[in-house]
């Protein structure tokens, strides 16, 4: 566990790779249920609606002391937006690269997720969902089947890793979302 303060969030070490082949029986995504070509507009409707989460009063506020709070997702939804927007660019570009190790949990302390302006947040994830969402326009063809390795040695295609990818933020406006 990482402890700031007096809260405690535990690390995600789980392999969520699994979303591509299950129904995630918490927020029902099914990964295979949209045409791969829909995804940049997924990734534009998703990012407004974190605009409207950032703007409740208590944005800050954990619903529990192991749970993040709203702000905290949207920060970590924004850099998903950017870590898989890089990816998929190396894929594009590169012959099935491998990614480098991203931990979330160290970026979340070392970001200050917790302190972070609500709107800086939402205009940030707002650029970085509109940023991917475009990188995702511009695949065509056989560029959905270009290859790259995660450092854990999970192994995905564009389009696999847009599906994958989809389940991260489609999960977390379900988890702020759940408790209001």
């Known amino acids: ?65 192991s749970t993040w709070s709203p702000l905290e997702y949207a920060c970590h939804v924004r850099d998903v937006y ?40 939402a205009a940030a994830l707002t650029e970085a969902g509109d940023a991917v969402a475009s990188t995702f326009d511009g695949v065509v063809g056989g560029d959905w089947d270009r290859p790259g390795r995660r450092s854990d040695g999970a192994s995905f295609t564009v389009e696999s890793l847009a599906r994958y990818f989809a389940h991260d933020w489609v999960h977390h406006i379900w988890d702020v979302n759940r408790a209001t």
């Open 1 to 65: 566990m990482w402890l700031r303060g007096a809260v405690s969030i535990a690390p995600d070490g789980k392999d969520w790779t699994w979303v591509l082949r299950e129904r995630c029986p918490e927020c029902g995504f099914e990964s295979w249920a949209f045409p791969r070509e829909e995804i940049a507009a997924m990734v534009r409707a998703n990012a407004a609606r974190w605009r409207d989460v950032l703007a409740r009063p208590g944005v800050r506020a954990r619903p529990d002391p």
């Open 82 to 121: 950017r870590k898989y927007d890089e990816r998929v660019h190396l894929m594009l570009d590169s012959d099935d690269p491998l990614f480098a190790n991203w931990d979330q949990d160290v970026t979340a302390i070392e970001d200050r997720y917790d302190e972070q302006d609500p709107a800086a947040v």
